[in-house]
């Protein structure tokens, strides 16, 4: 195992990671290497069948090969470096071409095989040029040995010499193929696989967009529907009191219920307008200690009208010096959404009441007496999915309230939960890192120097 990431570590140092070098260049790398050791074997093998000449001609272009290496894997010059290497490719196997027995020796598998060790590498629009040159040269090489043979003395002693140097180059030239070829391989089935896995993750990511797509334009219309109503209740309503002539008693009446529209419908407008704002730009949370108590009572000044209106008992029961860590708005809208949620289905005679304890966190609970849950419907309360019901004074909602309760009691490090029984009421409990007792005692002393000065 330790070999093997040996071995791995050595293969990216020599050849380039995914994330530097394209496939064209790591491909180019690889084949750089296999004609390093074909090349490296050529050299001795030359010298002692008998060859100095070539085996020297191929020391300089071993040298030539390395430096183009250098080149395109250390100073990312990739593009030069293949035409380079092209260059000095051709001068070297034409000078071998007429050292090494011309037509009867290897020379021309050995342009063949150089040719597709070239054409894997090279940019597709340089590919056409260097097929066209291989074939000029070879062409050209060839006729000029027909023409003038006396240029390609004959180098081979022996039988055995000639049958050596014939093998030699097709095992140099198989296997250069072979370690190639595997190379390619590996790195087409890596690119396979890669491209499978982000069209894949593509395609479930544009899954996900039109799951969510659907829910909002869902939520939109629903969003239109709900808004209709009680704005026609308002325009009939106010109707009502520029027409006809109406007794106090029958304006006060009215009066209220356009105070109840009017706030439910602003409740609802700032709920799509919160849920908007963090969808489209995020939410920006700015979390501090906050006394609960001033909190709780700046929203129950003004839910209390809309509870009293309805003859639901609305009390709280908070110790003064409780302090949480939180952002102000945001626990501000998720209070008021609780409480309006709890006015909203309580019938006339019952109550709603929010207390406060702290531990390691504190914990608030807004209860009801009202109508309760549908136990089929609970799992769906903080979702997209939760269908807008109607108050028992057929108040209307968008179903975005809890949703923004969570997301907001999330993102203020808490937690939100709640049980329901469906005709008995509904509790809900949210937990918020709270002060240390030694903590809030310097922060109480600090604000009230600050009231002070």
């Not at 290897?106 to 040029?129: D, E, G, M």
């Not at 009191?241 to 106090?248: F, K």
């Not at 708005?329 to 019952?350: A, C, E, Q, W, Y």
Request: hydrophobic residues 45%; glycine residues 6%; contains cysteine.
């Amino acid at each position: 195992m330790q070999l093997k990431k040996t071995l791995q570590k050595i293969q990216l140092l020599l050849i380039g990671s995914v994330a530097d070098f394209s496939l064209e260049a790591r491909i180019y790398h690889s084949i750089c290497i296999v004609a390093f050791f074909a090349m490296a074997y050529n050299v001795p093998f030359n010298y002692l069948v008998g060859l100095p000449m070539v085996a020297l001609i191929s020391l300089i272009a071993l040298t030539g090969f390395v430096w183009l290496y250098y080149l395109s894997r250390f100073r990312r010059q990739f593009t030069v470096s293949v035409i380079g290497l092209g260059i000095l490719g051709n001068v070297f196997f034409t000078a071998v071409y007429f050292l090494n027995g011309g037509i009867n020796g290897p020379t021309l598998i050995l342009f063949a095989l150089f040719f597709y060790l070239q054409s894997c590498t090279a940019p597709k629009k340089q590919q056409w040029v260097w097929l066209l040159i291989n074939i000029v040269i070879v062409g050209s090489i060839s006729v000029i040995e027909f023409l003038y043979p006396s240029l390609v003395p004959g180098i081979y002693v022996t039988l055995l010499s000639r049958f050596t140097d014939e093998l030699s180059a097709y095992i140099v030239v198989i296997m250069s193929m072979f370690f190639s070829l595997k190379y390619i391989r590996k790195n087409y089935d890596q690119e396979k696989k890669t491209a499978v896995d982000r069209a894949l993750d593509i395609e479930l990511k544009n899954i996900q967009l039109e799951l969510v797509n659907g829910e909002k334009n869902k939520l939109f219309s629903i969003v239109a529907h709900d808004l209709r109503s009680p704005l026609a209740s308002i325009q009939s309503y106010l109707e009502l009191l520029t027409t006809y002539p109406l007794n106090e008693d029958e304006r006060k009446e009215i009066e209220l219920k356009l105070l109840a529209l009017t706030k439910n419908t602003s409740n609802m407008m700032s709920n799509l307008l919160s849920w908007s704002k963090s969808q489209m730009e995020g939410v920006q949370v700015n979390i501090r200690p906050l006394n609960l108590f001033h909190t709780v009572r700046e929203i129950f000044d003004v839910e209390a009208n809309i509870a009293n209106e309805k003859g639901i008992e609305l009390s709280y029961e908070i110790d003064k010096g409780t302090y949480v860590y939180a952002d102000q708005n945001m626990l501000i809208l998720v209070m008021r959404n609780l409480i309006s949620n709890g006015i909203k289905f309580t019938p006339r005679g019952g109550y709603i009441r929010i207390t406060a304890t702290v531990d390691d966190n504190c914990q608030i609970v807004v209860t009801d007496s009202g109508i309760g849950i549908a136990a089929a419907a609970q799992k769906e309360v903080f979702s997209l999915r939760a269908k807008s019901t109607f108050g028992t004074n057929n108040e209307k909602g968008v179903g975005l309230g809890l949703i923004l309760c969570r997301e907001f009691i999330e993102l203020q490090h808490g937690s939100i939960s709640f049980m329901s029984r469906e005709g008995e009421g509904t509790s809900f409990y949210v937990n918020l890192p709270t002060m240390k007792s030694d903590t809030q005692n310097s922060y109480q002393q600090n604000e009230l120097s600050d009231q002070l000065d």
